[in-house]
């Protein structure tokens, strides 16, 4: 069904893309959301509202439209030129950096007020504060509704191959176009594409459990096949802390 | 180059079709997912195991996998075997489909925050299953989920460019198909801030909502 020339030039290398897009878009999308997620509790009202509304704005926006527009609309009006995944990179980091900024501003939110007082009564400093005592306490919180952001994002990498990046989704086109046959191929980039979201829960659920011990809870029981997603109160795709959910 | 006001008066007739595809799209996505979700997230409480296992790996796979790569399925493989659908019936086929695997459990949240009370209350008045569901269960827990299946829509138009991919002529697909045929990059601009503009004012109804129905 599939040529061994073919499979070793262009599909295991669209994996790869795949795998490094994922990595470079989680990254970007990380630093982004601790970023708004901590400034959209700024004391300064401006900062806040300045955070608040780049949440607001790029959790309305498609990010599909948003990479065209960084990809093809952006080089011919500013003349900055991005290389190969950049523009993709870029455009799922920010789009997902805001949903994941509502992630880290709920947990924050969530530890009890008891400890940010406690900081201030030790004249800690707002960073110290936030590094010594929020975020270790608030980090369990996030990784749950993170491991559903993180394949929300794998999901996304897909869409680089719509600007012409040669991952895994553009080199079954490509495949298809040239061998004239899609069910394989479109079968077998579901099931690599669910391999690949089943194995980062599996890391995802590791950091879990180890970062629920270091505060001292339990881990969560789910087994091998408990689902990939993790129940949280906060809504990873839509970006909402807890419409009608699991109460 | 800058930006050229007269490309985007050039635009605007062909975005106007965009608008009605992408809000048809929309709707009979959204149609799908409400009722397809709804059966899902009673299959998953059956009593047998025959139908609660298959539906549970069907839609832990369609929520596990790039709504992009199922609208090619859809597109290119399932006329081989199956009826060969037009792009904007594969694209709302494939919307609702994806989405109605995360409305299941919009819906299950709601089914499971139904207080167990109710679920005993209809067993005590020895209701037949079917009644249980519809008079008693159901109202209760569809109301305190509309927020969230709403939420679910917004995402549903923002994801809806990828109709695009397979020849849908949405915002987006009329969009490209403009900057191509004119050599301009306004229309994509416009498309763009069409979605903040739909999206945000949508969101932040449903907060409203949100508060009045689910307290």
Known sequence: MMTGAFFENWFLPGIWITLQVTFF??????????????????PSRIVRILAGAYFEIFRSTSSLVFMFWIAFTVPMLFHIQFYGMAAGVLALGLTYGAYGSEIVRGALAAVPAAQREAGIALNFTRIQRLRR???????????PPFNNLLIELLKGTSLISLITV?????????????????????????VLYFVLAFLLTRGMRLLERRAKAKIGQAPEKTGLFGGLRSRSSIDAVTGTAGTGGAK | MNWDWSNVDAFMPRFWDGVLVTLQALAGGAVIAFVLGLIWAIALRSPTRWVRWPVAAFTEFIRNTPLLVQLFFLFYVVPEWGPSMSPLVTGIVGLGLHYSTYTSEVYRAG?????????????????????TWTAVILPQAVRRVIPALGNYVIVMLKESPQLAAIGALEMLGEARGF???TFTFEAISIVGLAFIVIAYPASVLLRVLERRLVR
Do not use: C, H
């Open chain 1, 25 to 42: 878009s989680a990254a970007l999308a990380f630093v982004v959301s601790f970023v708004v997620g901590v400034l959209r509790a700024a």
């Open chain 2, 111 to 131: 089914i499971e925050g139904v207080p167990a009370g109710q679920w005993e209350a209809a067993t005590a008045l020895s209701l037949p299953k079917r009644r």
């Open chain 1, 133 to 143: 005592i929020e975020i270790p306490q608030a980090w369990p919180e996030m990784l």
């Open chain 2, 179 to 181: 900057s191509n045929e």
């Open chain 1, 166 to 190: 040669a991952d895994m989704t553009f080199s079954g086109n490509l495949l298809r176009l040239v061998k004239g046959e899609s069910a394989p191929i479109y079968t077998l980039l579901l």
